[in-house]
């Protein structure tokens, strides 16, 4: 494929400049992404002035970007959308997932246009710089998403410089100097603090949320970085829903007197979490307590009962993702955000795979044989993404249900 026009030699001479748009457009880009290798993306600075460094990953989703940047498994990655209209429907106090956003940047195709949508409340522009969410436009996320395909996630640094033009040298030097996501525990930096109970349910169409006010079970939510919609559908299907921090121990859990427990997404490496996590969760799994993971807490629940997880070259992350259930061979297009899966040569016996990619192959959720336990990769509170799955919160309640 021949180079773009819009790639020119640096100012430093030494380090390779793609252009963000068409040459001639706008001589002056004081916003840029720089890769560790010394790659320098030259963009529009939106959001919150400064610098941030992570890994940059791409979504796929073509809808919600807030519910994206607000997910806390996205902590310590800067966020690449490669659906090009970004920002066009504004943001507003409903779509987020977590009250503070734990991403490290947002990268977009186009400049944001004023948005359009009865729920918007603020341009995306200044709820970037409200969220601390350092912002870049006018890539071409394509060739960026590309790159990533290609050669795996990169550690980079998003920068916008306000009225200044971005320091390229001492970005490259930040990017280099980043230790990567394996081996990092994020869990305990988005986790919560201490013990709090939740009731509010899924938000409807002319209603906006509910309110759970006539529990039926009793539901332990650990949080390993739990997205707000997860714990809508828990509260939404009659849970009296508790979320504990990352570091609860089993016997603080089971004291509460749980009919289940659940496993939250969160981000991170998961063996590093595990430290901590698996001590606790292998006493509940022994204690017999219904169990559900998602995302993170599928790998921790897989780490607690023997296998291993391994970190991917690019992740899934978007809204299209299909998985078979081996079971039945049912296809299901789910909502993924990840960038560690586990082996399927580690898993132990009794322990069975019943769902796989149809992307690639790797396993997406597990269950224990003779027991109420189970989990899958992939998001079913979809939040944003497709609700096929999200019949896996019925099972989990039935298992529940069978157990008492």
């Known amino acids: 494929m021949a180079e773009s026009s819009g790639n020119k030699a640096s100012p430093t001479g030494d380090t390779p400049v793609i252009d963000a748009r068409d040459p001639g457009v706008d001589p002056v880009r004081t916003g840029a992404l720089v890769l560790a290798d010394g790659t320098v993306l030259r963009g529009f600075g939106l959001g919150a002035k400064g ?4 890994e940059v990953c791409f979504v796929t989703s073509m809808t919600g970007y807030q519910e994206t940047l607000t997910d806390p498994s996205f902590a310590g990655q800067i966020v690449t959308f490669t659906f090009p209209h970004i920002g066009i429907v504004g943001t507003n106090p409903e779509d987020m997932e977590t009250s503070v956003p734990a991403s490290r940047g947002a990268i977009m195709r186009m400049d944001p246009t004023d948005p359009s949508n009865f729920r918007s409340a603020e341009h995306i522009d200044a709820w970037l710089a409200r969220m601390n969410l350092v912002g870049l436009a006018g890539l071409d996320t394509r060739r960026l998403t590309r790159r990533i395909r290609d050669m795996g996630a990169p550690t980079g640094v998003v920068i916008n410089g306000g009225d200044a033009a971005p320091d390229i040298q001492d970005a490259v030097v930040e990017a280099k100097g980043w230790p990567g996501l394996e081996g990092m525990d994020l869990a305990k930096e988005v986790t919560c603090s201490k013990a709090y109970n939740w009731n509010q349910t899924v938000w409807k169409l002319g209603e906006g949320y509910g309110q759970q006010t006539a529990p039926k079970r009793k539901v332990i939510a650990i949080d390993y970085g739990a997205k707000h919609n997860i714990l809508r559908h828990l509260a939404e299907r009659g ?18 007197k749980p009919d289940g427990v659940f496993l939250s997404n969160g981000p991170g490496d998961p063996a590093a979490t595990a430290e901590y996590a698996v001590p606790c969760l292998q006493a509940l799994i022994q204690a017999g307590v219904p169990i559900f993971g998602i995302c993170l807490g599928h790998q921790l629940l897989s780490l607690a009962l023997g296998a291993k997880t391994d970190k991917m070259a690019i992740g899934h992350r978007g809204a299209n993702h299909p998985v078979k259930e081996l079971a039945t061979g049912k296809v299901e297009i789910t ?6 899966a586990v082996m399927r040569d580690s898993l132990p016996d009794g322990v069975i795979e019943t769902h796989s990619s149809l992307f690639d192959s790797s396993v997406e959720g597990i269950a224990v044989q003779g027991k109420p336990i189970f989990s899958v990769q992939y998001h079913p509170e979809a939040s944003p993404g497709p609700h096929d799955s999200r019949h896996l919160f019925d099972r989990f309640i ?6 008492a």
């Open 51 to 54: 610098a941030a460094v992570g």
């Open 239 to 256: 849970c009296d829903v508790e979320v504990v921090p990352a570091t609860a121990t089993a016997s603080e859990i089971m004291g509460r």
């Open 335 to 340: 909502s993924q955000n990840h960038g560690f």
């Open 398 to 403: 039935e298992a529940i249900d069978q157990h």
